[in-house]
């Protein structure tokens, strides 16, 4: 018989009992899409978590960024228990950033979705600078009027630039694809994002965004065409909107 990998496996239970140390009764519990992992939103009489395979076997990198984080003041999610292979976490329900940005077209979710990054750069810059390594829009969503960040798992040395312009390359490269409004929203991503770290950013990501534009449509080959114009357009330039 084939597994049914929608359900909890046995260590996913333990971990969760463990995390929340007592016995529960779960009323509900389903899947999250996710590339890299096998993530389940769990309700119980408690609390409801997230539980996280990690398949990486990163779950301790992840749950001390997390607590890091955490400790900063940076809005992610509260870490409850690790073990090699397993994280769990609070839930933090809310919009999925996805939805706001390609759906609503909000320009105030584009904005703090620079301040959040930009945020969490000045936190993890002690000791050498670090960088998220996913900034891409479905790792984040509008909780209460702020942004949350997910998946820490990638967190390392690099480049704060690389985060920004995977972001705005997230933020272009999704349906509605390179429209007038996308650009706008990107500009006022860029323009917060700027304004928390004081230096210049909107021109020195431009080299980043192309290239997340071409890693972009990696697999993708009816899209490559219109990615790869325009990455050597915005290496030129950022387009004249109206």
């Known amino acids: 018989m084939v597994a049914d990998i929608t359900e909890l496996d046995p260590r996913?239970?333990?971990?969760?009992?463990?995390?929340?140390?007592?016995?529960?009764?779960?009323?509900?519990?389903?899947?999250i899409p996710s590339k890299k992992n096998r993530v389940w939103v769990v309700e119980t009489d408690v609390r409801s978590v997230v539980v996280k395979k990690s398949l990486s076997r990163r779950a301790?990198?992840?749950?001390?960024?997390?607590?890091?984080?955490?400790g900063k003041g940076i809005d992610v999610p509260m870490p409850l228990f690790m073990d090699v292979d397993f994280l769990v976490m609070e839930y933090v329900p809310g919009e999925p950033c996805d939805q706001l940005i390609n759906l609503m077209?909000?320009?105030?979710?584009?904005?703090?979705?620079g301040v959040w990054l930009a945020s969490f750069h000045e936190a993890f810059s002690d000791g050498g600078q670090s960088i998220l390594g996913d900034t891409v829009l479905s790792?984040?969503?509008?909780?209460?009027?702020?942004?949350?960040g997910f998946d820490?798992?990638?967190?390392?040395?690099?480049?704060?630039?690389?985060?920004?312009?995977?972001?705005?390359?997230?933020?272009?490269?999704?349906?509605?694809?390179?429209?007038?409004?996308?650009?706008d929203l990107?500009?006022?991503?860029?323009?917060?994002?700027?304004?928390?770290?004081?230096?210049?950013?909107?021109?020195?990501?431009?080299?980043?965004?192309?290239?997340?534009?071409?890693?972009?449509?990696?697999?993708?080959?009816?899209?490559?065409?219109?990615?790869?114009?325009?990455?050597?357009?915005?290496?030129?330039?950022?387009?004249?909107?109206?």
């Open 152 to 183: 820490l798992e990638d967190l390392r040395p690099g480049e704060p630039l690389d985060d920004v312009g995977m972001l705005a390359t997230s933020i272009l490269a999704t349906e509605p694809y390179f429209t007038p409004i996308k650009f």
């Open 105 to 113: 077209f909000s320009t105030d979710v584009a904005e703090r979705l």
């Open 60 to 70: 301790h990198h992840e749950f001390e960024a997390l607590l890091k984080a955490k």
């Open 186 to 242: 990107c500009k006022h991503m860029l323009m917060a994002y700027e304004e928390v770290v004081g230096v210049e950013v909107i021109e020195s990501v431009r080299p980043y965004v192309a290239r997340h534009l071409r890693l972009a449509c990696h697999g993708r080959p009816l899209l490559r065409r219109p990615f790869e114009q325009a990455a050597q357009g915005i290496s030129r330039s950022w387009p004249r909107l109206a």
């Open 139 to 148: 790792n984040f969503v509008l909780y209460d009027g702020r942004v949350f």
């Open 12 to 31: 996913a239970w333990e971990a969760m009992k463990r995390a929340l140390n007592q016995r529960v009764v779960v009323s509900k519990s389903w899947l």
